[in-house]
């Protein structure tokens, strides 16, 4: 991490000094960074991140996964009712490590993780699993998931209180992010006054549906202000 950060101003005085030669305004400088500041104990260069970058995108995602965990849950929860793994929980944390809410942004995945239920009938966030479903760690694309639900007869549950979604037919269960949950973690960054939203990626959503439902709601917060 101090390296990281010796690295951060190395490359601010590069782009300041292309900028100088070139006569063009100098590039911007971004980073994605994980959910919350400290990694394995190890802690972001705070001071060198918030002096030298534009902003800081915020991966509030991939908390759990069908390889990691033998029970369904969200891998990107705004909210944890039970612990520290969240979105929020993230967000807060960068703030009290001095990051100003002006530079984060708040990562938003259109992908959701299939779990395998050890019994059908037992079908709730952290319901008990043994495996995944499909290849690379059970991931699926919104597209996917939305054709599963079609497909299947799924049922599809949003959970208000962890701000998340999740469907299951059978014994395929799948945590994803769906319209409503977008919506409310858009909200949450205005609140916040973030200084925005990203997603990851644009190419696995349905029709642009969760992209149109964020930028809808983002769209209203920046009438509301007159910008």
């Known amino acids: 991490m101090v390296n990281l950060g010796s690295l951060l101003i190395q490359w601010q005085l590069a782009v300041a000094a ?14 994605a960074v994980s959910y919350a500041p400290t990694v394995d104990e190890l802690i972001y260069p705070i001071q060198s991140m918030s002096s030298v970058l534009n902003w800081i995108n915020v991966m509030a995602y991939d908390f759990s996964d069908p390889t990691r965990s033998k029970f369904t849950n969200s891998h990107a929860a705004l909210y944890d009712s039970i612990g520290q793994v969240s979105a929020s929980y993230g967000i807060g944390a960068w703030i009290r490590a001095g990051i100003t809410a002006k530079k984060l942004v708040l ?13 059908a009938n037992n079908h709730g966030v952290l319901a008990p699993a043994n495996g995944l479903v499909g290849s690379d760690k059970g991931a699926i ?14 049922t599809a549950v949003y959970n208000a209180t962890i701000v998340s979604d999740y469907c299951y037919a059978g014994t395929t269960w799948i945590g994803y992010d769906d319209k409503q949950t977008i919506s409310t973690k858009v909200s949450y960054a205005k609140q ?10 644009v190419a696995d959503d349905y029709n642009w549906a969760l992209s149109q439902q964020a ?3 983002w769209g209203a917060y920046i009438c509301r202000l007159g910008v």
């Open 141 to 154: 694309t919104y597209q996917q998931i939305k054709a599963f639900i079609t497909q299947n007869r799924a």
């Open 107 to 119: 990562g938003m995945p259109l992908y959701g993780y299939s779990w395998r239920l050890v019994n």
């Open 215 to 217: 930028k809808e709601e």
């Open 18 to 31: 292309e900028a100088k030669n070139s006569g063009k305004p100098p590039l911007i400088l971004t980073a």
């Open 192 to 201: 916040k006054g973030l200084f925005g939203y990203f997603a990851w990626h």
